[in-house]
């Protein structure tokens, strides 16, 4: 009884075989007959019929039956069926991938890996352009595989990778992809190496980071967000010399930036260099006259000089003195005054805005002021 169920088996066989291969074939002549009449059944008959010769065990294992896979779902990512299958392109990318995984020496199978490249590539930029970036390394890292299997290397794809890697915060692929870009001598001005060193510190490795940004810089001396990064990392650590060294650098390898301006006050600053700083906030404003920023910096630091004096003031007894002392702290507050309502004329809307009116609001109390003081109170009060 066993032998007559073996024997029906292999006898079957061929017969299943053979309907299978009718699979392939009809799946065939479907998609002819779509490319033709354009008749969307054609391509839904197509799709169903090489769905099933895939799990087939006699034509799964054919690279034939992968390539007319790929060619289908190929045709219907460029076809209106593509709402019902939104993931066609990458099973396009996949039937072709296995083609040559099958057997490269199938006739068509370098035709397949182009196919399975171009295809892998188009997901893994449609997929970063919505956002869905694990989705977009997968891809990228496909391209890289099957490059690797000829012997290739896809520098694109590994660039894409590492950007990828990056924007779904898989930091040590990021951190793996951006060294072996890098790793190509293609980097002629930096940028890779920048972007290098904040995947390190994304990952939490702020002395590699640190290491690498320092020597990156001696290489590309002229790549200002590679100075700049270094800059902030200076006073984020508060090495204030260090920082007005690279500051005045930097303003000399890019003169027109406002920013450094505002850095370099900052800077002279926490130094005490009072006059460097006040000359560095004007030099901003003179780039951007709407820098609200400098101006708020501005009247901050004529703020705290003439509460200095006013301190100074009240320790006097002698009333001439004290009279003298109390006029000179009222010159800094008068100057605190116009440029703290120069930021407002500019800063928008937000906690920056409230910082400068609140600044405001205790300028106008101490000067006596009490329509200005209400005005910016109301306002304050109605963003509550």
């Known amino acids: 009884m066993y032998k007559k169920l073996i024997l029906s088996a292999v006898m079957a066989m061929p017969f299943v075989v053979q309907a299978q291969n009718a699979k392939v074939l009809n799946a065939y002549n479907y998609l002819n007959n779509y490319n ?11 799709k169903q019929n090489i769905d099933e010769a895939i799990l087939n065990e006699g034509t799964k294992a054919k690279p034939k039956t992968w390539f ?7 045709t219907i990512f460029a076809s209106e069926l593509k709402q019902e299958v939104p993931d066609a392109l990458k099973q396009a990318a996949e039937a072709y991938a296995q083609v040559y995984a099958l057997d ?10 182009r196919f399975a490249v171009m295809s892998y590539k188009n997901v893994g930029i449609l997929a970063f352009n919505a956002n869905n970036f694990p989705e977009a390394l997968a891809s990228f890292e496909q391209v890289i595989k099957l490059s690797s299997q000829k012997g290739n290397t896809d520098k694109e794809a590994v660039e894409n990778a590492a ?14 992809y951006y060294q072996q870009y890098i790793g190509f001598n293609t980097d002629t001005n930096g940028v890779q190496h920048f972007q290098l060193y904040k995947a390190m510190l994304a990952k939490g490795d702020t002395t590699s980071g640190v290491a690498f940004l320092k020597e990156s810089r001696l290489k590309y001396a002229k790549n200002n967000e590679l100075l700049i990064e270094e800059l902030r990392y200076y006073l984020a650590e508060e090495k204030n010399a260090e920082a007005e060294a690279l500051l005045k650098q930097a303003i000399a390898s890019d003169p027109k930036n406002y920013t450094l301006y505002l850095a370099a006050g900052s800077t002279y600053e926490k130094q005490n260099k009072r006059k460097e700083a006040l000359e560095a906030y004007q030099k901003a404003i003179e780039l951007k ?6 101006y708020y910096n501005i009247g901050a630091n004529y703020n705290n000089e003439g509460r200095r004096l006013q301190e100074l003031a009240n320790e006097e007894k002698d009333p001439k003195k004290y ?12 100057k605190a005054l116009e440029n703290l309502e120069k930021a407002r004329q500019f800063v928008p809307a937000g906690k920056d805005r409230s910082d400068v009116l609140n600044a405001l609001k205790q300028l106008y109390g101490r000067l006596n002021m009490p329509e200005k003081y209400n005005e910016v109170k109301k306002e304050l009060e109605n963003k509550n």
């Open 289 to 294: 006259p709407e820098t609200w920023e400098a």
């Open 104 to 113: 490269s020496k199938y006739e068509y199978a370098e035709e397949a890996y």
């Open 163 to 176: 950007i990828s890697a990056m924007r779904a915060k898989e930091y040590d692929k990021a951190i793996s």
């Open 36 to 46: 033709k009449e354009k008749s969307i059944d054609d391509l839904r008959n197509a």
């Open 68 to 74: 007319y896979r790929g060619n289908v779902y190929m």
């Open 323 to 334: 009279d003298a002392g109390i006029k000179l702290a009222d010159e800094e507050l008068k």
